[in-house]
């Protein structure tokens, strides 16, 4: 059974930086595509972030091109997410997924596997 598990998030304040990871286990076969989802209070998730299964190809959402970033640890199962300059609006649970995708959509139904998200809230 494919579990993903996420750590790091927390409260900070704006401007602050926060480091999102990722644990995949259950998972045998070749690297799954990654991504980060997020979902504020009364709104729709939305695609964050997303890395393919070789690490080469990355996919940011506009509002966090140039203060996110995403990285790979296949030796760890890890997928990490570096979050910088953090705004109000970065408030939301932070969702870890893993698809069998070649490239890092930014379409929820392009995963099947998810976690059980991690809270974010940036103070002002």
């Known amino acids: 059974q494919v579990q993903l598990a996420e750590s790091g998030g927390g409260l900070v304040q704006a401007g602050d930086s926060l480091r999102l990871s990722c644990t995949v286990s259950?998972?045998?076969?070749?690297?799954?595509?990654m991504a980060w989802f997020r979902q504020a209070p009364g709104k729709d998730r939305e695609f964050v972030a997303g890395?393919?299964?070789?690490?080469?190809?990355?996919n940011f959402a506009d509002a966090v091109k140039g203060r996110f970033a995403i990285s790979r640890d296949d030796a760890k199962n890890t997928v990490d997410l570096q979050m910088n300059a953090l705004k109000p609006e970065d408030t939301a649970v932070y969702y870890c997924?893993?698809?069998?995708?070649?490239?890092?959509?930014?379409?929820?139904?392009?995963?099947?596997?998810w976690g059980q998200g991690t809270q974010v809230t940036i103070s002002s």
């Open positions: 890395i393919n299964r070789s690490g080469e190809t990355t």
């Open positions: 997924a893993a698809g069998i995708v070649w490239y890092p959509s930014l379409w929820a139904t392009s995963y099947q596997y």
């Open positions: 259950g998972w045998t076969g070749s690297s799954m595509t």
